[in-house]
Each structure stands twice: as structure tokens, then as C-alpha cells.
């Protein structure tokens, strides 16, 4: 079982940056996919971006060249650097890990991003 905890959310004006961070807990030795979900308000959870323990990324369409994703392998922390933010990027996003292919999903609490003048 992983337990995740999310934390940089915030409020901020419309071309401005954050940075979430995804701490993962418990019996792991590694972590095959890490990432980041979103769920604005009315609409359903969405991809935000993820990436795999051998480096690979994927990220939504919406989010190219605007948001980042990294990991620290070694401490299972899992980091969405997100510039040029937009009101439509206003959700509340979610952490989430896979610790094998085959594992189900784990999910943080999530933290709220509003993007606002």
C-alpha cells in the first residue's frame, strides 16, 4: 500500500507559476509510474502527466511546454512545475503512483490550484 501527500497548491494570478510536490509512503522499494491528475469542477478527472521510473513522460495536450514533470527516484517524490497558468488549469489535482504495471492506483487527497486575477 502507498500512501501519497500532496502540497504546493495555491492560488495564483493568470501567467503565474507553482510547483506541487507528491511524497510517497510505505513498504516500496520503487515506484514504476508516478503523476498528476485533475478534476475541475462539473468536469471528470483527467491526466495530467505522468512518467515512468526509467524517465519517460507523457503529458496532457492542454499542458505541453507549459508544466514539467520530474521525479527523485530515490526519495519517491514525484514534482509538476506548472508556468504560464491559465484559468481553465483551476482544479483540484491529484497525486497518483503505480508501483508495478499490474499494481492498482494509488491517489492522494489532492490539493486545490485556482488560477484567478
Known amino acids: 500500500q502507498v500512501q501519497l501527500v500532496e502540497s504546493g497548491g495555491g492560488l495564483v494570478q493568470p501567467g503565474g507559476s507553482l510547483r506541487l510536490s507528491c511524497a510517497a509512503s510505505?513498504?516500496?522499494?520503487?515506484?514504476?509510474?508516478m503523476g498528476w491528475y485533475r478534476q475541475a469542477p462539473g468536469k471528470q478527472r483527467e491526466l495530467v502527466a505522468d512518467m515512468t521510473i526509467g524517465g519517460n513522460r507523457n503529458y496532457a495536450d492542454s499542458v505541453k511546454g507549459r508544466f514539467t514533470i520530474s521525479r527523485d527516484n530515490a526519495k519517491n517524490v514525484v514534482y509538476l512545475q506548472m508556468n504560464s497558468l491559465k484559468p481553465e488549469d483551476t482544479a483540484v489535482y491529484f497525486c497518483?503512483?503505480?508501483?508495478?504495471?499490474?499494481?492498482?492506483?494509488?491517489w492522494g487527497q489532492g490539493t486545490q490550484v485556482t488560477v484567478s486575477s
Open positions: 497518483n503512483a503505480r508501483v508495478s504495471v499490474i499494481s492498482p492506483a494509488s
Open positions: 510505505g513498504s516500496i522499494f520503487s515506484i514504476y509510474l
